[in-house]
Nanobody, 126 residues
Framework: QVQLVESGGGSVQPGGFLRLSCTAS????????IAWYRQRPGKDRELVAT???????NVEDSVKGRFTISRDSAKNTVYLEMNNLKPEDTARYYC?????????WGQGTQVTVSAWGQGTQVTVPA
């Protein structure tokens, strides 16, 4: 069993930066490849980047030049550094670990890129 926990999401303005972390725990296979996926509103889940145990990485063309994937094997953690974020990067980002018999997924972390703030509710009692 492998447990994956993502963190680091949040709300940023266009052009901003976030670093997502995916930490694996449990019975971790020695040759674990980790992938980052994202699911944008109304879209299917899509691959963003992958990294092998040996450190070989691939970043999809849609984010190449802005996103970087790396890993710290001693910490069982994979990072996704996202620079120059755009509104279209708004999505829930998921960590994935494919093994020989099943796929493991984390619960995801939300990334929102917007020039608008989240807003604040004002209620005036009658």
């Amino acid at each position: 069993q492998v447990q994956l926990v993502e963190s680091g999401g949040g709300s940023v303005q266009p052009g901003g930066f976030l670093r997502l972390s995916c930490t694996a725990s449990g019975t971790i296979p020695s040759m674990l490849t980790i992938a980052w996926y994202r699911q944008r509103p109304g879209k299917d889940r899509e691959l963003v980047a992958t990294i092998t145990f040996g450190g070989s990485s691939n970043v999809e063309d849609s984010v190449k030049g802005r996103f970087t994937i790396s890993r710290d094997s001693a910490k069982n953690t994979v990072y996704l550094e996202m620079n120059n974020l755009k509104p279209e990067d708004t999505a829930r980002y998921y960590c994935n670990a494919p093994t020989w018999n099943r796929q493991y997924w984390g619960q995801g972390t939300q990334v929102t890129v917007s020039a608008w703030g989240q807003g604040t509710q004002v209620t005036v009692p009658a």
